[in-house]
């Protein structure tokens, strides 16, 4: 055995078996999904063509206004649910930034939703998100509404009669992820020199000027991984509304819940494939570009 192969073989049968895993339950997966999506049917009684095959499969599902409903859900809800989460998260860092008593218990309140699960999550919100309304009928937060003598604030949330009524399933993903979005904020100030603080007051920088011009340049990083890491999380997001909504709600329809109609309800494995595939081009066009880019940050700091 030549001394380079001694070199680079234990590694390579140290890592050998996450390769193979990762090649079978991920790479061939996906090749998988993809032959699907790609493939004819018919239907098994009537012989009636349920899918053409080929990108047709594609531009039939794209072209059908229920899928069209279904993204344009996805839009609503990853936009309220990204600027939600951004805005909660770096308020909350902040303020705990600026040295309040009891830190660490308030981090610890605002960390705690990460720890449950969006389906034990659902099931709390699926009560407080609650369309009923009117005195004994109102339950959760339009029952606070009528507590609080103020009952032209009830609505519907999800279900109600509005094309963007997506946003009110953003709210509980907005309360489950913001402490995240707060601890990476937060590491981030922390990691900035007090030193640069002091000098920007000597030169006589109000507190604002100190965190618009110092402070939150110096988080643009920590801000781009955080849009990145929740928006590939709204995109696919399923088990909370799911939780929420059941899998078959039209009003809080997402391609993911799609999917799962497509799958088990309707039998239609070629659609649930092509819906699957055209999920992983969207979080891929998100993900695939600042991937890249931090290899080029890291290639430029060595």
């Known amino acids: 055995m030549t001394r380079r192969a001694r070199n680079w073989l234990p590694g390579l049968l140290l890592v050998s078996p996450s390769i193979l895993l990762v090649g079978v339950f991920v790479y061939w997966l996906i090749t998988k999904n993809v032959l699907t999506s790609l493939q004819r049917s018919t239907d098994f009684v009537t012989d009636r063509v349920i899918n053409p095959g080929g990108y047709r499969n594609y531009t039939q599902l794209l072209a059908s206004s229920q899928y069209q409903h279904a993204l344009f859900n996805l839009l609503v809800l990853t936009v309220v649910f990204l600027a939600g989460t951004m805005a909660m998260g770096l308020l909350w860092s902040v303020l705990l930034e600026r040295g309040v008593r009891g830190e660490g218990v308030f981090r610890s309140v605002y960390l705690f939703p990460m720890a449950v699960s969006f389906v034990a999550a659902g099931v709390v919100w699926r009560w407080l998100l609650s369309p009923a309304q009117g ?7 339009n029952q606070l509404f009528i507590k609080l003598h103020l009952p032209g604030l009830q609505n519907g949330w999800w279900s109600a009669d509005s094309r963007f009524s997506m946003a009110a399933m953003a709210l509980p993903a907005i309360w489950q992820l913001s402490g995240y979005v707060m601890a990476l ?3 981030g100030f922390r990691g900035i020199s007090q030193d640069q603080r002091e000098a920007a007051r000597i030169d006589g920088a109000s507190e604002w000027q100190i965190y618009r011009h ?5 988080l643009s990083p920590i801000a781009l991984s955080a849009l990145i890491i929740i928006g590939h999380q709204s995109m696919k997001m ?10 078959n709600s039209y009003k809080a329809e997402v391609p993911a819940t799609l999917m799962w109609t497509q799958l088990f309800s309707k039998s239609d494995a070629q659609a649930a494939a092509v819906n699957a ?5 969207l979080v891929a066009v998100v993900v695939v570009p600042y991937l890249v880019y931090t290899n080029k940050v890291e290639e430029r700091s060595r």
């Open 238 to 247: 399923f088990d909370l509304i799911y939780s929420i909504a059941g899998p």
């Open 277 to 281: 595939t055209i999920l992983l081009i």
């Open 214 to 218: 110092v402070l939150f340049p110096q």
């Open 185 to 187: 904020f937060l590491a």
């Open 135 to 141: 005195e004994g009928q109102a339950v959760g937060l």
